[in-house]
């Protein structure tokens, strides 16, 4: 059964917004961090950042000047804005939950989307 | 950012086989540390969190031990679907939460 479905557009522009939703099936909204996580093709797993039930917000510093996360508890729904995309910037990008206490893995991950930036 | 870094970064073995991957951190992180199995074309899958506290499902021919810097994920006797890439993960001090950079682990 489909726990984090997530889509968004696949294939930007250099420059364009990168936007991508996830919406959540499982669990209670306000019991997790939920994060963006991508990975470049051939590549190992880079954190983008977090939100949490009342938009409290975390983010890698490498990306924190280009990057939105926000949050719809009204439809139990994420997403991310990754704005000033690159070719860098291509990769599979998964959303995902954390618990909120101690140990925190992501212990669900949605189904990947795979964005392409390309002139 | 602490940086997590994986030996080896690939690995040959046989069904049956005992393996062991390693995981140190640049600073102390505890027991802070998760482990997950990416196939192909798949998101990754939680293995072990709380450095050797097994995910519910997870087969007990995996383990986890360690604290601080060093970790290992242990694999008892290889099994044709754990050919797989692995990740090591640390929760201890973020932004960021950071990850190894992989272990594959190939069919010798």
């Known amino acids: 059964q489909v726990q984090l479905q997530q889509w968004g557009a696949g294939l930007l522009k250099p420059s364009e917004t990168l936007s991508l939703t996830c919406a959540v099936y499982v669990g209670s909204f306000s019991d997790y961090y939920w994060s963006w996580i991508r990975q470049p093709p051939g590549k190992g797993l880079e954190w983008i950042g977090e939100?949490?039930?009342?938009?409290?917000?975390n983010y890698n510093p490498s990306l924190k000047s280009r990057v939105t996360i926000s949050v719809d508890t009204s439809k139990n729904q994420f997403s991310l804005k990754l704005s000033s995309v690159t070719a860098a910037d291509t990769a599979v990008y998964y959303c995902?939950?954390?618990?909120?206490?101690?140990?925190?893995?992501?212990?669900?991950w949605g189904q990947g989307t795979m964005v392409t930036v390309s002139s | 950012a602490i940086r997590m870094t994986q030996s080896p970064s690939l690995f040959s073995a046989s069904t049956g086989d005992r393996v062991t991957i390693t995981c140190r951190a640049s600073?102390?992180?505890?027991?802070?540390l998760a482990w997950y199995q990416q196939k192909p074309g798949k998101a990754p899958k939680l293995l072990i969190y709380?450095?050797?506290t097994l995910q519910s499902g997870v087969p007990s021919r995996f383990s986890g031990s360690g604290s601080g810097t060093d970790f290992t994920l242990t694999i008892s006797c290889l099994q044709s679907e754990d050919f797989a890439t692995y990740y090591c993960?640390?929760?201890?001090?973020?932004?960021?939460?950071?990850f190894g950079q992989g272990t594959r682990l190939d069919i010798k």
């Open positions: 939100i949490n039930h009342s938009g409290s917000t």
């Open positions: 600073q102390g992180i505890s027991s802070y």
């Open positions: 995902a939950r954390s618990p909120v206490q101690l140990e925190r893995p992501f212990d669900i």
């Open positions: 709380a450095a050797s």
């Open positions: 993960q640390q929760y201890y001090s973020y932004p960021p939460i950071t």
